[in-house]
Each structure stands twice: as structure tokens, then as C-alpha cells.
């Protein structure tokens, strides 16, 4: 019997487990997700967002982390699905 998908995923559950298990460890994803959270731990120190305000930090242009370069936005304009 085929294993059932998630309805919002479109995925079963090995198809999840084997995704975060190769493509998350890649070392270009994981030095992303580095400089997205040393964004969000800069706009911390700034005051600008705190633990659960519904707000990310998003990046204007690249993945550099000049003040410039940061805005606080929302959740649902920053992401690019709706969940």
C-alpha cells in the first residue's frame, strides 16, 4: 500500500525525511541559512524584531547583510507560499 501524501506538501513522509536529509545538509544551503540568521540576530540587537512577532527579515538583494540591505516585513509578504 503507497504511504499517503501530506495535502500541503505534496509529499510523503520519506520524500520529507530524505529531502532535509541531503538537500539541507548542502554546504551553499547551509551557508545560507548561516547569513539569514546572523541577519535576524543583527536586527535583534537593533530592536527591530523579537521572538515571535510574526516579522522576517528580509533580504533586498543577495545575501549580504549590510543594514542597507535588511527590511523587517511580515511573514506572508516574505514567504513565498501560502501555507
Keep these: 500500500m503507497p504511504q499517503k ?7 510523503t513522509k ?16 547551509q551557508a545560507n541559512r548561516n547569513k539569514m540568521n546572523q541577519a535576524r540576530d ?13 516579522k522576517d527579515v528580509h533580504h533586498k ?6 543594514r542597507k540591505n535588511l527590511a523587517v516585513v511580515t511573514e506572508a509578504r516574505n514567504r513565498g507560499h501560502k501555507v
Design 5 to 11: 501524501r501530506d495535502p500541503v506538501l505534496h509529499r
Design 14 to 29: 520519506a520524500q520529507v525525511r530524505e529531502h532535509s536529509r541531503t538537500y539541507q545538509a548542502r554546504d551553499d544551503v
Design 42 to 54: 543583527k536586527m535583534k540587537k537593533a530592536g527591530l524584531v523579537k521572538k515571535g512577532d510574526g
Design 61 to 66: 538583494a543577495g545575501y549580504h547583510n549590510d
